[in-house]
């Protein structure tokens, strides 16, 4: 195959050949998701990916992605920016288990400590007022100057500034008590 790609090539016949995209996307849970995003002009790569499940049932698929590669979540932390991406795969995902979801992470990511970021939780959940649906796609782009800007189905919702509530946010997935421990050790890379 080679050789006759090398034959082709040198008699300039390559023009006809399909050319494939220099990134392939990564595929997990049966959802394609790209290797590389750009951001708010910064380019991120994907860290990782994992698949949400709870009793045995695949939730969302989630991927980080960060400007530099991490394989703890203090390096993670630590970045600029980063991202978080969820392709919902569940029609049993609706918009008040994902409220109480996200409270429930939100709890576990500040050791019950939310008093001082309970106003930016609170403007956050109302993100997730309408219906979810499979295949709804969201990104959570954290910036340390900016807080975070949240997309529903690449539209931006709202964002939302603060260092500690971004901190917070983050370790739903990434802290010591995360979402998942298999899905912060696949979004880690490891």
Not at 14 to 21: F, G, I, K, N
Not at 27 to 54: D, F, M, Y
Request: proline share 4%; with cysteine; net charge negative.
């Amino acid at each position: 195959m080679k050789f006759c790609f090398a034959i082709l090539l040198a008699l300039g016949l390559c023009a006809s050949l399909p050319t494939q995209a220099t990134t392939t996307p990564y595929e997990i849970g049966g959802i394609s998701i790209p290797t590389e995003l750009t951001q708010q002009g910064i380019p991120l790569q994907l860290n990782g990916a994992g698949v949400r499940s709870k009793f045995f049932m695949d939730l969302y698929v989630g991927g980080l992605y960060l400007p530099n590669k991490a394989d703890t979540a203090a390096n993670a932390l630590q970045q600029p920016v980063a991202a978080v991406s969820l392709h919902i795969i569940s029609g049993l995902i609706t918009a008040d288990k994902m409220r109480a979801a996200i409270s429930e992470g939100f709890n576990e990511a500040t050791a019950g400590n939310t008093e001082a970021i309970q106003a930016d939780i609170s403007r956050f959940m109302g993100l997730f007022e309408e219906e979810i649906k499979e295949g709804d796609q969201f990104l959570l782009y954290t910036s340390k100057e900016t807080g975070v800007s949240a997309y529903r189905n690449g539209q931006l919702q709202d964002t939302i500034a603060g260092e500690a509530f971004r901190q917070a946010l983050l370790n739903i997935w990434l802290g010591d008590a995360p979402a998942q421990g298999s899905l912060k050790k696949a979004m880690l890379g490891r």
